[in-house]
């Protein structure tokens, strides 16, 4: 009985790697009527983005920047209250020259 089992079993596992495998074409349709899709998903489309509500809004939500304003604002002066190195064009020779 065990060897008839067995035989079932591997007659199953041979049959599944013989036959064809079933796949088809992945094919693109397009939602959106923008993108060519059917315009009578133009209303619901427009329902949906609707119920989602207005979104991120600019304001107090945009990131911290002062460190940014603060940083550009130092730029150039240097750290050592010496003259800063101001390149204006070139020699070719890609070496600054200090004005």
Same mark, same amino acid.
């Given at each position: 009985?065990? &060897?008839?089992?067995?035989?079932?079993?591997?007659?199953?596992? #041979?049959?599944?790697?013989?036959?064809?495998?079933?796949? @088809?074409?992945?094919?693109?349709?397009?939602?959106?009527?923008?993108? $060519?899709?059917?315009?009578?998903?133009?209303?619901?489309?427009?329902?949906?983005?609707? &119920?989602?509500?207005?979104?991120?809004?600019?304001?107090?939500?945009?990131?911290?920047?002062?460190?940014? +304003?603060? &940083?550009?604002?130092?730029? $150039? @002066? $240097? +750290? @050592?209250?010496? @003259?800063?190195? #101001?390149?204006?064009?070139?020699?070719?020779?890609?070496?600054?020259?200090?004005?």
């Amino acid at each position: 009985m065990r &060897a008839l089992s067995v035989a079932v079993v591997c007659i199953a596992a #041979v049959a599944s790697l013989i036959a064809p495998a079933l796949a @088809t074409e992945q094919i693109y349709h397009p939602v959106s009527p923008t993108f $060519g899709g059917n315009p009578l998903n133009g209303n619901f489309l427009l329902s949906t983005a609707q &119920a989602q509500g207005k979104g991120a809004k600019s304001g107090s939500q945009s990131p911290d920047l002062s460190g940014l +304003t603060s &940083a550009l604002g130092n730029l $150039g @002066t $240097g +750290t @050592t209250g010496s @003259t800063p190195i #101001v390149i204006i064009g070139g020699n070719g020779s890609g070496i600054p020259a200090n004005p």
